[in-house]
């Protein structure tokens, strides 16, 4: 038990008619503050994407996606809430929103290594 620590994780949702309230997930966000560790991870499927929203288009909701991605690394590419602290970025991240692009309410583990659990709910929530 020692050798765990504690994390916690959002999954990312489209939501391409807010008003509808209808989403499938796209990601994970997880942040782990012992291991220092901030992760996203994403994949679109363009099938279920066309079916959902043909209106939009796969590119852009990629470039607010890389936009997220940018802000998780902490770079100076990541604008001033890329400068946040790391459990700043990751509530930011996290946040309600109502917005096409969404976070679930945040979820909390304990796990031994924080990139292993990361996969693992992607291939479980995601894939």
């Known amino acids: 038990m020692q050798d765990k ?9 489209l939501v391409p ?3 509808r309230e209808e989403f499938f997930n796209i990601g994970v966000l997880l942040f782990s503050k012992r291991k220092k560790f901030l992760g996203i991870k994403y994949e679109i499927n363009p099938d279920k994407l066309k079916v959902f929203a043909p209106e939009i288009e796969l590119e852009t909701l990629s ?4 936009a997220w991605k940018l802000i998780c690394e902490g770079t100076s590419a990541g604008g001033k809430i ?3 602290e790391i459990s700043d970025r990751f509530r930011w ?3 309600c929103r109502s917005t096409i692009i969404q976070s ?3 979820h909390p583990g304990l796990c031994e ?3 292993k659990e990361f996969q693992d709910i992607f291939e479980k929530y995601v894939l």
């Not at 620590?5 to 949702?13: M, P, Q, S």
């Open 17 to 19: 008619k807010v008003e």
């Open 82 to 84: 890329g400068a946040l």
């Open 104 to 106: 679930s309410k945040t």
């Open 113 to 115: 290594n924080p990139e």
């Open 5 to 13: 620590v504690t994390f916690e994780y959002a999954i990312i949702r």
């Open 93 to 95: 991240l996290a946040a």
């Open 63 to 66: 470039q607010y996606l890389n």
